[in-house]
Each structure stands twice: as C-alpha cells, then as structure tokens.
C-alpha cells in the first residue's frame, strides 16, 4: 500500500485531490481528534498498545498546542 494520500488518520481516498482529502485538517478537525486520543488515555477499558498509539499519535499533533482552546481562537 502506497502512503500517498494519507491522511493523518491512515485513510486513503483514491481519485480525490490533495485539497479535497485534506478537507477535514482544519484547526477544529485537529482538536476534536486530540480530544479523542487524550481521551483515550484515560480510558479503563483502552489497551495498552491502542494508549500508546494515542501518545504518538497526539505528540504529532503537537501536543498541548493541538487543542483549539489552547490557541487562543475560537473564543
């Protein structure tokens, strides 16, 4: 599997150009899928390995700065 096309979670979307599959990168977009994986963390029921996904997954969105609250917009 190529990783052309990815989007920053692993879906492709063939035949789309790359404005139309990053569509949904938008500030908000980003902070609603932080709050989904820093969610994650703190969840019983979330397997180690899926937390550490999480972990890796939020560094590359920067972290702390990824939350759209956090950016100082949208108040």
């Known amino acids: 599997m190529s990783n052309q096309g990815v989007s920053h979670q692993g879906i492709t979307a063939p035949g789309l150009s ?16 932080a709050s989904g994986h820093k969610a994650n963390l703190s969840n019983p029921n979330t397997s180690e390995a899926s937390k550490k996904n999480s972990e890796k997954v939020l ?17």
Do not use: M, P, R
């Open 18 to 33: 790359e404005a139309d599959q990053n569509i949904n990168n938008t500030t908000e977009d980003i902070s609603n899928v």
């Open 59 to 75: 560094k590359e969105l920067g972290g702390e700065d990824a939350f759209y609250g956090k950016q100082g917009k949208g108040e």
